[in-house]
């Protein structure tokens, strides 16, 4: 009787050596992140990574997110046996975004143990010909005002002139002016002018946000989106 314990003792310890690192399912992910590089606003770029159960049971790939709309995973198979790979594809799209590095992420959850939640980091450098500065517009004020003035500058990295306009606003403003009403931008260079907020006071306003829409003559980039937020504070 003794003697089958110990043989029993013997065959699991074989089979499932304590402190194996691989006893259980193992997500392996290569490259860990990619860097695109430039990409022109309105294209999309798309990179393959591989992903591997290096561990010795069955990898299970619950859910596969992102940290933003503008970037898409899809991956080939979610099960995945012992050292068997797969394809987790991402698409990063540059439509709508401002100019500037952006680092984007990628999560897979899954029933590795070890690491239930694994990571992918994707980088890119969106590139626009037509660019507001600063992209957003935010401020705080002691007490409601009417109206708001803030100065801008619109750079033309194209070998076109650009005509900028105001074409609409998204949110709790009721009036929004270009000074001048129509910026026009040579090649290569830049201009200067201010965009004045009309606020409504109904109900003591704690904050307004939104978006203030221009519209450009270039082909590419039609529409160009301001993000506004203004917090009311009390008058003292």
Same mark, same amino acid.
């Given at each position: ?24 399912? *193992?997500?392996?992910?290569?490259? !860990?992140?990619? &860097? ?6 309105? %294209? ?10 290096? =561990? *010795? ?9 992102? *940290? ?14 012992? %050292? ?16 500037? #590095?952006?680092? %984007?992420?990628?999560?897979? $959850?899954?029933?590795?143990? &070890? ?19 600063? &992209?957003?517009?935010?401020? /705080? ?7 708001? $003035? ?5 750079? !033309? ?13 998204? =949110?709790?403003?009721? %009036? ?27 109900? !003591? ?5 939104? /978006?203030?829409?221009? $519209?450009? !003559?270039?082909? =590419? ?9 203004? #917090?009311?504070?009390?008058? $003292?």
């Amino acid at each position: 009787m003794l003697s089958r314990t110990l043989t029993l003792m013997l065959v699991m310890a074989v089979t499932f050596p304590l402190g194996s690192p691989h006893a259980l399912p *193992s997500l392996e992910i290569s490259p !860990n992140e990619h &860097d695109f590089g430039e990409v022109q606003f309105g %294209k999309q770029a798309r990179t393959r990574f591989t992903v591997r159960n290096v =561990g *010795s049971r069955t990898l299970v790939i619950d859910r596969v997110r992102t *940290s933003c709309g503008c970037t898409k995973a899809n991956l080939s198979s979610r099960e995945l046996p012992p %050292k068997e790979p797969t394809e987790l594809t991402v698409t990063f799209d540059s439509s709508g975004l401002t100019a500037g #590095k952006k680092i %984007k992420t990628v999560f897979l $959850e899954s029933n590795d143990r &070890d690491n239930p939640l694994t990571k992918v980091s994707i980088f890119a450098t969106v590139i626009r010909e037509v660019v507001v500065e600063p &992209d957003r517009l935010v401020t /705080r004020i002691a007490g409601f005002k009417d109206r708001l $003035e803030f100065s801008l500058t619109a750079l !033309n990295r194209s070998t076109r002139p650009i005509i900028l306009a105001f074409s609409s606003i998204q =949110g709790s403003l009721t %009036k929004a002016v270009l000074h001048p009403q129509k910026v026009t931008v040579s090649p290569d260079s830049e201009s200067s002018f201010t965009v004045t907020l009309e606020l409504t006071g109904t109900d !003591n306003p704690k904050y307004f946000n939104g /978006r203030l829409i221009l $519209e450009s !003559n270039h082909p =590419g980039e039609k529409w160009i989106g301001m993000p506004y937020f203004i #917090k009311v504070d009390k008058a $003292e």
